[in-house]
């Protein structure tokens, strides 16, 4: 099987501007940022979904979470910032390969979806 697009970018293979990188996890700039600090966060291994995670990944998840602190710290985010898993159809996930958005440097609005 074709290897996607963020085990492509974590490898290497395809260009990104790294923000930061450890054994676990790798965070790129998002190609089309929805704010100031937009960041995305992947797991070095491929993991499709949320609901993918077993008790294995739970280092590598919490590194997710990590390296969100981090890129936060660095960038200046004390006022705050958002970190979000788009999940399935429903969560509007288009690259099937978990990643946390950092985004942050502007002040959000909730709830980020159509009121029902
Ligand atoms: P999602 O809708 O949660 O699956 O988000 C996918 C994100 O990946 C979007 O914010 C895109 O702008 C971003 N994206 C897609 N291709 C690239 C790429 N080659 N480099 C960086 N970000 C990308
Ligand atoms: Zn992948």
Known sequence: MEPC???RIAGGEIPSEKVYEDEFVYAFEDINPQAPVH??????RHIARVEDLCHSDAETAGRLLTA???IAKQRGLTNGFRAVF??????GQEVEHIHLH??????????P???V
């Not at 950092?102 to 709830?111: A, D, E, F, Q, T």
């Open 5 to 7: 697009l963020f085990c």
């Open 39 to 44: 960041v995305l966060i992947v797991p070095k």
């Open 68 to 70: 969100a602190a981090v």
């Open 86 to 91: 788009n999940n399935g159809a429903d969560g």
């Open 102 to 111: 950092l985004i942050g440097g502007v002040k959000m609005g909730w709830p």
């Open 113 to 115: 979806f159509p009121s």
